[in-house]
């Protein structure tokens, strides 16, 4: 769904700074889904996140 929703934006042509967002959401979306247990963008979500984010820099 997440690749319809990526054509479909840029079917549209629509400006970069409206589809840009609405990617990344849907992108955050798709990561929630396959990998978190919490409500979606709530305070556990974003910590859990958060988390993950500074643990997989930290191997560069």
Do not use: R
Not at 12 to 37: D, E, M, N, R
Not at 43 to 54: M, P, Y
């Amino acid at each position: 769904m997440f690749i319809a929703l990526c054509f479909i934006l840029s079917a549209t042509q629509l400006a970069f700074w409206i589809v840009s967002p609405i990617k990344f959401l849907g992108l955050l979306f798709v990561l929630h889904q396959l990998f978190f247990q919490p409500s979606f963008l709530s305070k556990e979500w974003v910590s859990l996140f958060w988390d993950q984010i500074q643990l997989n820099v930290a191997f560069y």
